[in-house]
């Protein structure tokens, strides 16, 4: 299932973002997806998920309230809504498909459970 990530970008503390990921192929209404980010010298850490229906989300605590996972199966595409940006939000942020369609916490927030990975894009928040 190839993904394309793209909408990243430069932008100040306290202002908006959003990240789009592209699937062709596969049927993705089938696949649960998620964000992940990698920061410069940090591991790849996970920042939100969405079940293949979207009626389950998940999100890592530090953006809870800020960023909104959502899907628009008809056009193939993830979203990641990010607001109030900090510049600890700085990474490359990676979208990624998870086929078994399970909608169970360590099923979407673990980066192992994934089969198919985006190219990044990179988000750069200035202070």
């Known amino acids: 299932v190839p993904l394309q990530a793209y909408g990243g970008g430069l932008v100040e503390a306290g202002d908006s973002l959003g990240l789009s990921c592209a699937a062709s192929?596969?049927?993705?209404?089938?696949?649960?997806m998620g964000w992940f980010r990698q920061a410069p010298g940090k591991e790849r850490e996970f920042v939100a998920a969405?079940?293949?229906?979207?009626?389950?989300?998940y999100y890592t605590d530090s953006v809870k309230g800020r960023f909104t996972i959502f899907r628009d199966n008809a056009k193939n595409t993830l979203y990641l809504q990010m607001d109030i940006l900090k510049p600890e939000d700085t990474a490359v942020y990676y979208c990624?498909?998870?086929?078994?369609?399970?909608?169970?916490?360590?099923?979407?927030?673990?980066?192992?459970?994934?089969?198919?990975w985006g190219q990044g894009t990179q988000v750069t928040v200035s202070s």
């Open positions: 990624a498909a998870e086929l078994s369609g399970s909608s169970r916490y360590q099923m979407l927030t673990a980066s192992n459970k994934y089969n198919y």
């Open positions: 192929g596969g049927t993705f209404s089938r696949y649960g």
């Open positions: 969405i079940s293949r229906g979207g009626s389950t989300t």
